[in-house]
C-alpha cells in the first residue's frame, strides 16, 4: 500500500509541474499561453524576500564563479545572471552531427508567493566553426530550427533545447520550493 502512495505521490509530483517552455519561430514561449517569453513559478506563503535569497542560494550553490556570473540585481525584487553551457545540444545538420554551445541570460523577479522566469538573451553556436543555432530564418545563415515559412526542421533540436531549459525551470522550482536533492540527504 505504501509502494502504491509512493508511486501516485511521485506521478502527481511530474504532472504537478506544469510550467514549461517551447520552441516556437518566435523564441522559447510559455507552453500554457504562447503569448507571454516568460514562466511564473508558484511558491506559496513565500515572500519575496525569502524568494530572492533562495534564488541567490541557488547561483551560489550551483555556479562555480557566482560574482562573475550575475549581471545585474536589486534586492529583494530582480536578479539577473549568465550561464555558459558547453556542448549543451547536438544539431544534425544534413546527417553531421554538430555540438553546440550557449551563453544565456535568465532573469528573475520576485512578488510573494511567486517568481517570474524569463530567458532574456540566447546566443547558441556550433562548437566546430561559430554558425549560429537561430530559432526562424535562412539556412544560409547558420542552422535555424524553423524555416523562414515557419516550418520545423530540427526536431530534434527543439526537443533536446525545451528539455534543457524545462529542467531548469524545474530545478530553480524545487529549490525555491526547498525540495532537496538526494545530494543534500547526507
Known sequence: MKII?????????????????????????????????????????????????????????????????IKGKTENEYLRFETFAGQFLIVNNSGAKLEVSATYTTELRFKD????YEITNLDMTADNGGRSVFFQGSIWKGYPIYSTKGDLRLEE??????????????????????????EDDW
Open 157 to 182: 533540436t527543439k526537443k533536446d533545447l525545451e528539455n534543457y531549459f524545462n529542467s531548469r525551470v524545474k530545478s530553480i522550482s524545487e529549490f525555491l520550493n526547498g525540495k532537496k536533492s538526494k
Open 113 to 116: 508567493g511567486k517568481v517570474k
Open 5 to 69: 502512495i509512493l508511486l501516485f505521490a511521485s506521478l502527481f509530483s511530474i504532472l504537478g509541474f506544469s510550467q514549461e517552455f517551447e520552441v516556437t519561430p518566435e523564441g522559447l514561449k510559455d507552453k500554457s499561453n504562447i503569448e507571454n517569453e516568460y514562466l511564473v513559478i508558484d511558491a506559496p506563503d513565500q515572500k519575496a524576500s525569502d524568494l530572492y535569497l533562495t534564488a541567490s542560494k541557488y547561483i551560489n550553490e550551483n555556479y562555480k564563479n557566482p560574482d562573475e556570473v
